[in-house]
């Protein structure tokens, strides 16, 4: 479920059928080059928005039903052409990229979740795209997957964000627990953190949970997949209870051992 730089996006595994394999391929490569934009190497503030904004001149070419020259979007637009896939999904992952060059805190947990409507949430709308599976319900349970995937990546990459000076834990969260920012500057995971840990893993397995059955709704090696993405997700939330939520220490991932155990919960799934 997790890969390099974008760790919530459902890679072309053996479990897709071969013929979506490309187009997910080119949105992944998409997500995960801006991706970088916004999170890697020396540029500045204003050099990173800079780089965004010529992806988003590029999803206008596209948008209007050209084909780029550049290798990666081109490689986009046939994938966007062949499939009907809304260029307004993409526009959104871009918006949030964007957002994290310049919003470091989140005042609710309301706030939090606008930013997973934009950073997640169009992954999974735009694989329900490729399946055709496209009904009301199917894209609630997708958003409430992908929301919930991004926050259990933030929470196992508490301290990792602090380093890149983001907090992700609602300011409403920390004051009703009485955590302080400088408890993450300090790996701190005292009694009222681990409270804390608590209540924000408690709320993304309750929404992973609702949005479990979209795994069992859609049909054949997609459903497959999607069950190994969730109970990949929760998963990594029993990581997180079992390092008593000292996520500062040793971040919680999944190893080797992990993947068999998830092959069964996925088997097993109703």
Same mark, same amino acid.
């Given at each position: 479920m997790s890969v390099d730089h974008y760790e919530n996006f459902p890679v072309a595994s053996l479990l897709l059928p071969r013929p979506l394999r490309e187009p997910v391929e080119a949105?992944?490569?998409?997500? &995960?080059?801006?991706?970088?934009?916004? $999170?890697?190497? $020396?540029?500045?503030?204003?050099?990173?928005?800079?780089? +965004?904004?010529?992806?988003? #001149? %590029?999803?206008?070419?596209?948008?209007?039903?050209?084909?780029?020259?550049?290798?990666?979007?081109?490689r986009l637009a046939r994938a966007v052409h062949a499939w009907q896939l809304p260029v307004p999904l993409?526009?959104?992952?871009?918006?949030?990229f964007a957002q994290d060059v310049v919003k470091k805190r989140y005042a609710d947990f309301p706030e939090l979740l606008d930013y997973c409507r =934009?950073?997640? !949430?169009?992954?999974?709308?735009?694989?329900?795209?490729?399946? &055709?599976?496209?009904?009301?319900? !199917?894209?609630?349970r997708s958003d409430?997957?992908?929301?919930?995937? %991004?926050?259990? !990546?933030? /929470? #196992?990459?508490?301290?990792? $964000? /602090?380093?890149?000076?983001?907090?992700?834990?609602?300011?409403?969260? +920390?004051? @009703?627990?009485?955590v302080t920012e400088t408890q993450s500057a300090a790996a %701190?995971?005292?009694? @009222?953190? &681990?409270?804390?840990? =608590?209540?924000?893993? #408690? @709320?993304?397995?309750?929404?992973?949970?609702?949005?479990?059955?979209?795994?069992?709704?859609?049909?054949g090696r997609v459903g497959w997949e999607l069950r190994l993405v969730v109970q990949g997700g929760l998963r990594i939330l029993e990581r997180i209870e079992a390092a008593g939520y000292d996520v500062f220490r040793q971040r919680p991932v999944l190893g080797r051992p992990d993947w068999l155990l998830l092959a069964w919960r996925a088997l097993w799934m109703r």
């Open positions: 949105i992944y490569a998409f997500a &995960r080059s801006a991706d970088d934009i916004a $999170d890697e190497g $020396d540029a500045d503030e204003s050099g990173r928005l800079a780089g +965004l904004s010529a992806y988003q #001149q %590029q999803l206008d070419l596209i948008e209007a039903g050209d084909t780029p020259a550049d290798p990666m979007f081109a993409l526009r959104d992952l871009l918006d949030a =934009r950073s997640a !949430n169009p992954v999974g709308r735009l694989l329900l795209h490729l399946y &055709r599976q496209t009904g009301a319900d !199917n894209l609630r409430l997957i992908c929301s919930a995937l %991004q926050l259990i !990546n933030f /929470w #196992q990459d508490v301290g990792v $964000d /602090w380093a890149k000076a983001r907090v992700y834990l609602p300011q409403d969260s +920390l004051a @009703r627990f009485g %701190q995971a005292d009694e @009222r953190f &681990r409270a804390l840990m =608590r209540f924000e893993v #408690q @709320r993304a397995r309750a929404m992973m949970l609702e949005g479990a059955p979209l795994a069992t709704a859609l049909p």
